[in-house]
C-alpha cells in the first residue's frame, strides 16, 4: 500500500509538472490584452468586402462618395466633393476631411474595394484599444485597465469600428494623442511630442465631439514650480489642436456652407437642443442604453460603478466622469435631436462609460476565472448583438445593380437625378454618378427641363417610391429600377 500510495503522489506531481507551463502559457495569453485585441480584431474581419449597405449607410455613402471624387474629379484636399451635388461642384462644408483622404491614397493603391475603409477604420480602431489600456493603467491599474478595455471594444465601437464614418477613428486618434501626452510628460522628446500634437489635431478635427476624450488628460497638468517646466509644453501643444480645431469648425465650415451651399452640420441653441431633447427622452435614453455599451451586463456594472466610485469617493474616476459629463451634456445641447437620433453619437462618451463598468468589473480580479468569465460573457452577449450587421439586408440588395445598370447606359461624367430621397447618398454612390437626389421633383417636367439646361441628362428612378410614368424616353426598366433620358447629346 505505501508503494502504491508513493507511486500515486509521483504520478500526480509528473503529471502536474506536466501541465503546469502549458497552464502558465495559456494564463500568459489570456491576460495579454493584445490577445484579446487581436482576437475580436479577426471577429470583425468576417465579410470585410460587404459594400456600404451596413447600418447608417447615408453617413457612410457621403463619406466614401468624397473619397472616390478626390480620385474621379478633383484631388485637392481642401475642396471635399459630395455625391449629391446637382449641377455645382458640390463641395462639402463637412470634417476635416483627413480619413476621406486616406481612404482615397489607398483606393489609389489597391482598387476601390469595400475591404480598405473597412480595414483602416479596424486597424485604427485596434490600436487605439491598445493604447486606450495603456492610458487606464498609467490613470488607474492594470485590472481596471484591463476590464475598460474589453468592454469598451465590444462596445457600439465594435461595428462603428467597420464602417466609413470618423467617429472611432476620431476617437482613436485622440486616446493615442493622450497616451504620448503623458509620454512626453516622463520623456520630453521630440518624437513623443510630435505624436502627440499631429494625432490629438487629427483626432479633434476628424470628429470635434472627440474633445470628450480630453479629461483622461486631466492628470498632466501639475502647475507647482518644478511640474510647470513639463506641463507648459504640453499645454501650448494640446492649444495648437484646440486652434485648429476652432479655425476648421468655426471658421472653415461656416464659410464654406455660405460659399458652397453644401451642408453637414445642423447645431441648435441650447434651449433649442433641450427642448429638442425632451421631445425625443425615449430616443435620447437609448443611446445609453442598449446602444453605448450593447451589453446589458456591461451597463449594470457602468451604473454599479458610478455608485461605488462615489461610495468610495474615487477622486480620480469622479473627476473624469463629471468632466467627459459636462463635456456630453454640451454637446448633446448644441446637436438636439441629431444626438437623438444617431446611435454613433454616443461613441465618444463610451470610453468613460466602459472605465466606469471596468472599475466595477476589476473588484472581481482576486477571482480570475470569474473576471474572465464575465468579460467573455459580456462579448459574446455583445457580439451577439452585433452580428447582424456584418450582412447586407435581402431588401438591400438590388441597390447592388445600380452600377451595371448606370455603366450599360451613362457616361461618368453625366449628371443624373435619382428618387432615393433629398440628401440621401447611397444610390447615387452604388450607382457611381453625381447628381441630384430628389423625393418627387422629378414629377414636375418643368423643372427638370430647367435642369436639364445645366446638366441634368438622366431619371433613375426606383419603383417602390414612385412608380408612375414620365414623358421622357425609357433606357432602362425593370422590377425595381427605370432610367429615363431627358437630354440627348
Known sequence: MNFLGFYSNITKINIVNKFTPRLIFLEQILTDIRFWIFILLLIRLESINLPPLDEHAWRQCITLGVARNYAEVDATFWEP?????????????????????????????????????????????????????????????????????????VSVAFIYSRKAMPDVFSVSLCIIAIEYAYRFKNNQNFTNGLLFT????????????????????????????????????IVLMGSFALLMMILWYWVWVPWAEKTYQFRLFYPTSLMDGYRELMENLQDLGKRFYPIALTSKISFIFCLLGVILALYNKEKKIIILFILSTFLLIFFM????????????????????????????????????YVFFGILIVISIEAIIVHKKDFFVADFNRKYLRLESITDKYVKKSDRILINSGEGQPWMMYLAKRRGWTESDRMKDTSWVNGEATVGLKYLLIEKAKWNDTIPYPILYDDIDFRLYIVKRE
Open 81 to 153: 466633393k459630395t455625391v449629391i451635388c446637382d449641377s455645382r461642384e458640390g463641395i462639402l462644408a463637412q470634417e476635416f476631411p483627413i480619413l476621406n483622404y486616406i481612404i482615397f491614397l489607398f483606393w489609389s493603391v489597391f482598387g476601390e474595394q469595400n475591404w480598405v475603409f473597412r480595414l483602416i477604420g479596424l486597424l485604427t480602431s485596434s490600436i487605439g484599444l491598445l493604447y486606450f489600456y495603456y492610458l487606464v493603467k498609467r490613470i488607474f491599474n492594470e485590472n481596471i485597465a484591463f476590464a475598460s478595455t474589453i468592454v469598451f471594444a
Open 198 to 233: 499631429l494625432l490629438l489635431t487629427l483626432g479633434l478635427l476628424s470628429k470635434m465631439p472627440a474633445a470628450m476624450l480630453l479629461p483622461f488628460g486631466y492628470w498632466l497638468f501639475d502647475f507647482s514650480k518644478v511640474g510647470l517646466k513639463k506641463s507648459l509644453p
Open 333 to 368: 445641447l448644441k446637436t438636439g435631436r441629431v444626438f437623438s437620433g444617431h446611435d454613433y453619437y454616443i461613441i465618444p462618451f463610451v470610453p468613460i462609460m466602459s472605465v466606469m463598468a471596468g472599475y466595477t468589473i476589476s473588484f472581481l480580479s482576486r477571482w480570475k
